[in-house]
Antibody, heavy 119, light 108 residues
Framework: EVQLLESGGGLVQPGGSLRLSCEASGFTFRSYAMSWVRQAPGKGLEWVSTLSATGGSTYHADSVKGRFTISRDNAKNTLHLQMNSLRAEDTAVYYC????????????WGQGTLVTVSS | EIVLTQSPGTLSLSPGERATLSCRASQSVSSNYLAWYQQKPGQAPRLLIYGASGGATGIPDRFSGSGSGTDFTLTINRLEPEDFAVYYCQQYGSSPNTFGGGTEVEIK
């Protein structure tokens, strides 16, 4: 059974940093692209970042480009999202998601971790 | 960027009825790379349909997708109590991939 478990969320001040992690199990992690998708409170879904299986290709939404960095450790089956220069509008539940037939088709999702940016 | 507009915003139906949800794209979706997700309160989204009409693993056959180009539809036949949720469409054929604003299917 595919399982994705996010951690690292919490309360951070504007301008601060946070590092999210996603521990994967139940599948061959190194064979799949992985992504982060977020959802602001009461709002819809917004794609954030995607990383290819080998880590050689990264993709970021314009709203986070230059501030967020996605990375992975295939030896530890773990995906990360380093978030710097955080803004109030980054407040959201952040979901880790596995890429399906396409990098950007999300076939399995974690339960999410809440990031709150507030002073 | 492709903008996806979902309608209606809310659909009020009774168990056993058919739900028809619409997703319209601002430009043609490449290769009909259009997906549908279901999200229940407090839960993560779940993939239902990919490639406009392909059923994801384990999804009941009362869920079906159709359409091409700019107009897509998710149909839920014979609504079950567990089907009342919010549904999102997503296009993943062009960069950046984008989501629609969602349709809530609520119990009438």
């Amino acid at each position: 059974e595919v399982q994705l478990l996010e951690s690292g969320g919490g309360l951070v001040q504007p301008g601060g940093s946070l590092r999210l992690s996603c521990e994967a199990s139940g599948f061959t992690f190194r064979s799949y692209a992985m992504s982060w998708v977020r959802q602001a409170p009461g709002k819809g879904l917004e794609w954030v970042s995607t990383l290819s299986a080998t880590g050689g290709s990264t993709y970021h939404a314009d709203s986070v480009k230059g501030r967020f960095t996605i990375s992975r450790d295939n030896a530890k089956n773990t995906l990360h999202l380093q978030m710097n220069s955080l803004r109030a509008e980054d407040t959201a539940v952040y979901y880790c998601a596995r890429g399906g037939d396409s990098y950007f088709l999300f076939d399995h999702w974690g339960q999410g971790t809440l990031v709150t940016v507030s002073s | 960027e492709i903008v996806l507009t979902q309608s209606p915003g809310t659909l009020s139906l009774s168990p056993g009825e058919r739900a028809t949800l619409s997703c319209r794209a601002s430009q043609s979706v490449s290769s009909n790379y259009l997906a549908w997700y279901q999200q229940k309160p407090g839960q993560a989204p779940r993939l239902l349909i990919y490639g406009a009409s392909g059923g994801a693993t384990g999804i009941p056959d009362r869920f079906s997708g159709s359409g091409s180009g700019t107009d897509f539809t998710l149909t839920i036949n014979r609504l079950e109590p567990e089907d009342f949720a919010v549904y999102y469409c997503q296009q993943y054929g062009s960069s950046p991939n984008t989501f629609g604003g969602g349709t809530e299917v609520e119990i009438k």
